[in-house]
């Protein structure tokens, strides 16, 4: 998994919580987002601008990302996002903080590789899960699932039960989809003449 860098700056939480809301309008108003580190010794609270986090959201990517908040570094993976849901502008984000002894759970990226046999025989290749949830070390999880689908015949589905990757833990439903080749109907009029 790749390494993203990036810096923060601390921020002091108020008593009250119409003193905290009045912090966080001025913070967004500043151009800055205000985020949460969790899973370490202490719970920080922070802010980063858009701009640095710019390349680690906007992306299909999946990044360790090496936290530094007033000098003090820190290996964390970005645990969650809140969008406002008209103007789709950062409004928080979490971070969770990882070691190498403790698993942590993320969504990598799927990536399919081969030709299907079905597809070959006029059927649709269709991609119904874009992301699985595994359960590993943080350097463990790789930057992407390479499935191979070679062997999908017209009309099969590979589902998640029969997938498995070393050192990963699949944390889907066995039973869930991840692609199927569909008969087109082409391909249902090849089969009726057959």
Do not use: W
């Not at 969770?96 to 990226?109: G, S």
Request: hydrophobic share 40%; with cysteine.
């Amino acid at each position: 998994m790749k390494t993203f860098q990036l810096e923060g700056k601390g921020r002091e939480i108020a008593e009250r919580s119409c003193d905290q809301k009045r912090a966080l309008k001025a913070i967004r108003k500043n151009k800055e987002i205000p985020a949460v580190l969790y899973g370490g010794d202490k719970v920080v609270h922070f802010t980063v601008t858009n701009d640095a986090v710019r390349k680690l959201v906007y992306t299909p990517e999946i990044y360790a990302v090496e936290l530094t908040i007033d000098g003090e570094k820190t290996m964390t993976i970005l645990k969650d996002i809140q969008f406002q849901p008209v103007t789709d502008e950062i409004l928080h984000m979490d971070f969770l903080a990882v070691t190498k002894e403790k698993p942590v759970v993320m969504e990598v990226p799927i990536a399919l590789e081969g030709h299907a046999e079905g597809v070959k025989a006029g059927g649709k290749l269709t991609l119904q899960m874009r992301r699985l949830k595994v359960k590993a070390t943080y350097d463990q999880i790789p930057e992407k699932l390479v499935i191979n689908i070679d062997n999908l015949g017209l009309g099969k589905t590979l589902q998640v039960g029969a997938l498995h990757f070393e050192g990963l833990e699949l944390m889907n439903a066995k039973n869930a989809v991840v692609c199927a080749v569909q008969l087109t109907r082409a391909a249902r009029g090849a089969q009726a003449k057959a």
